[in-house]
């Protein structure tokens, strides 16, 4: 019988004091349609635990377009991956949701037009890791999307995006320098105060 951790080297998960492990994720969500990508190229080498959801720097390529970005509203964002399926025959579900401040025609208009376009989205969380939701075989999708006015004025209207891919999140390095090096195209921004940037 073959060993389930045959080829892992079975690890220990420390935590060092010095690591800094702040809660949410930050003030953007990137995205592009499945159709603008040549290639995210998924691991292969399983030897490390980091192994197994790590994305080389080189393993995202475009075919055309590239990223765009949404402004989301902080402290009201969450990703999460979890766990589903009977036993001994789990899957990795990663879910994304995330607030549009505005009820307005562009956010409605977003939710419109790629409420069925498979995605591909990264999100930066707190202290800089870039996680990848949807990859080319398992896509991302618009799970749902709540946009009200809200009832009282201190309320946030805007839209309540949740966006789920059968996949586990995948690391793409800790630095923002990729979006930067000629794939990032335009912004889907709204015009909200400085303290949200």
């Not at 994305?55 to 979890?82: C, H, M, P, V």
């Not at 562009?106 to 591909?120: D, R, S, Y």
């Not at 799970?143 to 009832?151: E, M």
Request: aromatic content about 14%; proline content about 2%.
């Amino acid at each position: 019988m073959m060993n389930s951790f045959e080829g892992v080297n079975v690890e220990d998960l420390t935590h060092c004091p010095q690591d800094n492990f702040a809660s949410g994720i930050k003030t953007k969500v990137y995205y592009a349609p499945t159709s603008y990508f040549d290639k995210i190229d998924l691991p292969t080498l399983k030897n490390t635990y980091d192994d197994f959801v790590s994305i080389a720097k080189n393993g995202i390529e475009f075919r055309g377009g590239g990223w765009n970005s949404i402004d989301i509203l902080i402290g009201e964002n969450e990703l999460k991956q979890t766990l589903s399926g009977s036993l001994q025959r789990k899957k990795s579900k990663t879910e994304l949701e995330f607030l549009i401040l505005g009820f307005r025609t562009k956010v409605l208009g977003f939710i419109e037009a790629h409420k069925n376009t498979p995605m591909i989205f990264v999100v930066v969380d707190a202290v800089g890791n870039n996680w990848v939701i949807g990859n080319l075989r398992n896509r991302a999708f618009m799970d749902n999307a709540d946009v009200s006015t809200q009832k009282k004025y201190e309320d946030n209207s805007g839209a309540v995006v949740k966006i789920s891919a059968n996949s586990a999140i995948f690391y793409f390095g800790n630095q923002q320098s990729w979006i930067d090096e000629g794939v990032f195209t335009r912004e889907f921004t709204f015009e909200f105060n400085q303290e949200f940037t």
